[in-house]
């Protein structure tokens, strides 16, 4: 049974420029949520994707988009990167479930330098 | 403002010890609670979920949650230097929907350092 995946697992860009994240969920999951993670931090969460709709939203700018796909795989998008975007992304995944008994399993992550 | 606080260390215990590793947070309406194992470079390892006040335990671990208190704690018996890392404490805040929900809030994370 595969886990989360995320690709790529590096990437360097500069100031300025667009990049593209992707996300495939646990086998089974329908629920894709995004977290970035800088150095000495715990993941600060960007956005949850359910049903092709981004259900809730952390505190990020306009410059974080996303999408969710029919088969649940998922991307994220930032525009106009700054320093400040270089940071761990971590991809996770969840299962339907009732009340709040929810586990959310992470990817291995892409780390994001920008330059 | 919705906030889970750790100690961040480093705590350094020596092998065989028990490592106590403790999270607080600020909405008592939180309902959900996780622990999560991070390697130096890599991605959160769920550990531990809790929902009920109380101890759960699995193999060395054990998580204790006190709802009145809004803490919950994780204790590693018999540590082995491979437990060294950062471990994450993650609360889930948002109830409103059925179904897969919420998003986690996390704290800093405690490193821990298990010597030999």
């Not at chain 2, 009920?52 to 671990?61: L, Q």
Request: net charge neutral.
């Amino acid at each position: 049974d595969a886990g989360v995946t995320q690709s790529p697992t590096h990437l360097i860009k500069t100031r300025g420029q667009q990049v593209t994240l992707r996300c495939s969920p646990k086998s089974g999951h329908d629920t894709v949520s995004w977290y970035q993670q800088a150095l000495g931090q715990g993941p600060q969460f960007i956005f949850q994707y359910y049903e092709e709709e981004e259900r809730q939203r952390g505190n990020f700018p306009d410059r974080f988009s996303g999408h969710q796909f029919p088969n649940y795989s998922s991307e994220l998008n930032v525009n106009a990167l700054l320093l400040g975007d270089s940071a761990l992304y971590l991809c996770a995944s969840s299962a339907p479930g009732t009340t709040y008994t929810d586990t959310q399993y992470f990817g291995p992550g892409t780390r994001l330098t920008v330059l | 403002q919705k906030e889970v606080e750790q100690n961040s260390g480093p705590l350094s215990v020596p092998e065989g010890a028990i490592a106590s590793l403790n999270c607080t947070y600020s909405d008592r309406g939180s309902q959900s609670f996780f622990w999560y194992r991070q390697y130096s470079g890599k991605s959160p390892e769920l550990i531990m979920s809790i929902y009920s006040n109380g101890d759960k335990e699995d193999g060395r671990f054990t998580a204790q949650l006190n709802k009145a208190s809004q803490y919950v704690s994780l204790l590693i018996r018999d540590s082995q230097p491979s437990d060294s890392a950062t471990y994450l404490c993650a609360v889930n805040f948002n109830m409103n929907y059925g179904g897969s929900q919420g998003n986690l809030i996390f704290g800093k994370g405690t490193k821990l350092s298990v010597k030999p």
